[in-house]
């Protein structure tokens, strides 16, 4: 399997997505929110950093991140196509991703990029901060999230349309057709 990069907004359902694929095509998945919350839980010293900015919705600095990802990327099976979830997020983040690969022999694949309006976002957050209470699934961290996504991560999808891997889906209302249209992209791609 070729690597796959979701990406959208918070709540657009890249862990939602990313599942699914997963458990389809049998792909390692590395969710960067995923590796920090654990690290957080488990008081680690990358923990106790990265809670004060989750916290405020923002993003751990590219230095840490990048160094992160790349030990998380060396520990899982080679050859079986990684999805990477909630990373890059920064356009120093996407470069530091390309280069990565490419020391290693590979290449980002295609990234699937979910659209979902901001209305559909914010309920579906309150939704998750009731259901998993996620400590920066609260009103006014989630707009925060919502302005750094803008500001920060959503200029990279212009960076992806130039690499020539861009794949928008746009939220039309149901899982299933999402699913199966972004399937259907990957068996394209494969
Ligand atoms: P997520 O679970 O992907 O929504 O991530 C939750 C939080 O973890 C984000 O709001 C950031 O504070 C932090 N985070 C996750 N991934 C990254 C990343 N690639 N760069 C910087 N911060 C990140």
């Known amino acids: 399997m070729k690597n796959i990069i979701i990406f959208g907004a918070p709540g657009s359902g890249k862990g939602t997505y990313s599942d699914e ?3 389809k095509y049998n792909m390692g998945h590395i969710s960067t929110g995923d ?7 488990n008081g680690t010293e990358l923990g106790n950093i990265a809670k004060g900015y989750i ?3 923002q993003l751990i600095p590219d230095e840490l991140m990048i160094d992160i990802l ?3 990327y060396d520990a899982l099976p080679k050859g079986q196509g990684v999805i990477f979830d909630g990373f890059p997020r920064t356009i120093a983040q996407a470069e ?3 280069t990565m690969l490419a020391e290693r022999g590979d290449d980002m694949g295609m990234m699937i ?4 309006g901001e209305d559909v ?3 579906r957050l309150l939704n998750r901060a009731k259901e998993q209470g996620r400590a920066d699934d609260n009103e006014e961290t989630i707009k925060k ?5 803008h500001n920060q991560t959503a200029p990279l999808a212009d960076w992806f349309e130039k690499e020539g891997i861009r794949n928008t889906f746009t939220w039309k209302g149901s899982k299933e057709t999402m699913l199966s249209e972004i399937f259907a992209a990957i068996e394209n791609n494969a």
Do not use: H
């Open 96 to 98: 530091a991703l390309k």
């Open 35 to 41: 590796v920090l919350r654990s690290e957080i839980k």
């Open 70 to 72: 790349a030990k998380t």
């Open 21 to 23: 694929i997963v458990a």
């Open 121 to 123: 976002l914010m309920a």
């Open 55 to 57: 916290d405020n919705g």
């Open 145 to 149: 999230r919502f302005e750094v996504y």
């Open 113 to 116: 990029e979910l659209v979902v």
